[in-house]
């Protein structure tokens, strides 16, 4: 019971909740722009539906207005705009009520005569007044008829600038027709529009089709433009065309028809506000439906498998695991994860109990290996001084293997009193192999050492007897080397093995003897003896090819020259020192860099005879 609490699935519930936002807001995004997109296509399609309308309804404004319009007035009303609107002075009163003045008057009204700007300024004023009041009642009259906000003429061709020069605003229905007494025209009959007529400089930066207009070419006559406007005044939505007022061929100003579509666009909005809401809910019913479904498919059999991973990580019971996993019923991708971490678990089991079986056999190698290192160790020489009864000479080695074993040896020993043998080897290969080989060979060079002859004679009987059993075909590079201690004539030969260095004229310099074939490689091969005589304090440098070949991160090779160099930095060093030098030399060479081959190095110095009387 304790061990099922201890595994009993998570209360976490996070992957719902995010899956639950990333939903609502997906969708309330997709929502959102489609209740957006409805309103705009509606918003459009309802306002282009009002554009043949607009276009009649302006072509009879325009055709009106043509009856009674004509460029000397609208030029006049627009040079005397805040003229036009305000009373008649006491002293215009007392010409305008003048029977002469009215006779005059007359005539151009009934078209005796033709106004121009020669005619008297007085008839002019009075004469754009009465047409000003007329023209107003005959676009408040059309404004009544077609059940528009406003009607109004707008000029946008004095110099790109746009000026609302005549503008109607009713503001009562029976406002409109009084006696011409507020103009002071006693006994002429018409309406009065001081209060409901103005005019005012016209912003066409907020107007999109004005701006248009400006910006191209004008509108030709019986072409309409249409924007839709927010006055922010009055919080209203309009829509407004405008069509070209042409005379003589010349854009003279435009008629424009504000049509009023505010209670729409409310209506639309609240049916799209309503709209919005009741598809939320429906959305937000969907997505809890959704959630649900997710969580009964798929959330809570991956806490299920989730309490599985958690009990196997505590008992590693692969049993347990798959009675559990079992339990998880759903046949999606979630099951088929569950029955994969079921096998999942047996597997690692299984391989459990192999690892754990190498390991058991990698440690008795490893305690092998260990026990091999030790027997190798213990064949080579390596307590130094190695012969502290005899002053004749300094001698030092060191063997440092590219893994637990290696196949590098050296050795020395006196095979009688006066005759001190030298080897250095280095067996193919690396590993237990090449030990076993190295032991083999370095008992034979011993024991045929012991036995008298030249190095060329005891390495020609050694590779003889190798090659009779030599069914791995391996074979040892030797370098043999025999020391006369009372006269210094050192006798060598090598089979294949790297250059000695000597230091015989206060310098070591590479001596390049003459090669035979490894040891193990061919049966016949041939072997010759060379002799060097060495004298008071020459010193002798012998190492295998993990000394030359040392490489670096760059797979640079270290080189006997690095080597030489390593010991002319001290050329009459003990042979301790010496060692020590190169190796520092390599090391600082390689770096970080793995060692890939045994590192075997042998130094000898002579000091003669001679010594050994004091």
């Known amino acids: 019971m304790g061990e099922d609490k201890k595994t009993k699935k998570p209360k976490n519930h996070k992957l719902v909740i995010e899956i639950g936002i990333i939903s609502i807001v997906f969708f309330t995004a997709v929502l959102l722009f489609t209740i957006a997109l409805n309103y705009s296509v509606t918003k459009d399609s309802y306002l282009t539906s009002k554009n043949d309308m607009i276009d009649r309804d302006l072509k009879i404004c325009t055709k009106d207005l043509r009856n009674s319009m004509n460029e000397w007035y609208l030029k006049y009303i627009k040079e005397h705009r805040d003229d036009i609107i305000r009373p008649l002075s006491d002293e215009e009163l007392s010409v305008v009520n003048t029977e002469e003045f009215g006779a005059e008057i007359n005539s151009y009204f009934m078209g005796e005569k033709t106004i121009s700007e020669d005619t008297d300024p007085m008839i002019q004023y009075i004469l754009a007044k009465e047409w000003f009041a007329m023209n107003a009642a005959l676009l408040d009259i059309r404004l009544r008829e077609i059940n528009y906000d406003s009607i109004y003429i707008l000029d946008i061709l004095n110099d790109k600038e746009s000026y609302l020069y005549v503008r109607h605003e009713p503001s009562e229905p029976n406002a409109m027709t009084t006696t011409m007494e507020e103009y002071g025209l006693d006994g002429y009959t018409t309406l009065s529009y001081t209060e409901c007529l103005k005019t005012i400089e016209y912003d066409s930066s907020k107007h999109s089709a004005a701006k248009e207009i400006l910006l191209n070419e004008p509108l030709k006559e019986g072409e ?32 424009c028809i504000q049509y009023d579509w505010s209670t729409f666009n409310s209506e639309l909005l609240s049916y799209t506000r309503n709209s919005m809401i009741t598809v939320f809910i429906i959305l937000f019913i969907l997505v809890s439906l959704m959630l649900v479904y997710i969580y009964l498919k798929a959330i809570r059999p991956l806490s299920k498998v989730e309490a599985g991973v958690q009990s196997y990580m505590e008992d590693k019971d692969s049993n ?54 030790s027997i190798q160790s ?61 032991m083999s060979s370095m008992i ?37 080397g025999i020391l006369e201690i009372s006269t210094g004539k050192l006798t060598a030969s090598s089979a294949g093995h790297e250059f000695p260095m000597i230091n015989t004229s206060g310098k070591f310099e590479l001596l390049k003897d003459k090669h035979g074939m490894p040891v193990g490689a061919f049966k016949k091969a041939k072997y010759k003896d060379y002799e060097l ?34 010991l002319n930095e001290h050329p009459d060093a003990a042979p301790e020192e010496l060692l020590k030098n190169v190796r520092v030399a390599v090391d600082a060479f390689v770096k970080e860099a793995p060692q890939f081959d045994d590192l075997t190095m042998l130094g000898f110095r002579y000091f003669g005879k001679e010594d050994s009387n004091k």
């Not at 079992?326 to 096998?343: C, H, L, P, T």
């Not at 060079?445 to 090659?467: F, H, S, W």
């Not at 020459?538 to 390593?566: H, I, K, N, P, W």
Request: hydrophobic share 40%; proline share 3%; charged share 25%.
């Open 224 to 255: 309409t433009i249409y924007e839709a406007y927010h006055d922010v005044t009055t919080g209203k939505n309009y829509y407004i065309g405008y069509t070209p007022f042409i005379s003589d061929g010349k854009t003279i100003c435009y008629i």
């Open 320 to 373: 347990s695991v798959s009675e559990k996993m079992d339990k998880i019923k759903v046949r999606n991708e979630v099951g088929r994860v569950a029955d994969r971490f079921s096998d999942l678990a047996k597997e690692i089991d299984r391989h459990t109990n192999e690892i754990l079986k190498l390991n058991s056999e990698k440690q008795r190698i490893a305690t092998e290996l260990s026990l091999a290192t």
């Open 378 to 438: 213990s064949m080579l020489p390596d307590k130094f001084p190695a012969f502290p009864d005899r002053n004749e000479f300094d001698i030092f080695a060191s063997m440092d293997p590219a893994k637990e074993v290696g196949g590098d040896f050296y050795d020395f020993f006196f095979i009688d009193d006066d005759h001190l043998a030298m080897v250095i080897a280095d067996v193919s290969g690396k590993g237990v192999p090449a030990a076993l080989f190295m």
């Open 444 to 480: 034979l060079l011993n024991v045929y050492a012991q036995m008298g002859g030249t190095p060329a004679e005891i390495i020609d009987r050694v590779n003889k007897q190798v090659c009779k059993t030599n069914k791995a075909h391996m074979f040892v590079t030797v370098w043999l």
């Open 533 to 566: 005589t060495l004298k008071k304090g020459d010193s002798v440098f012998l190492y295998t090819d993990g000394v030359a070949e040392a490489t670096d991160a760059d797979d640079q090779l270290f080189g006997t020259d690095r080597a030489l160099d390593a």
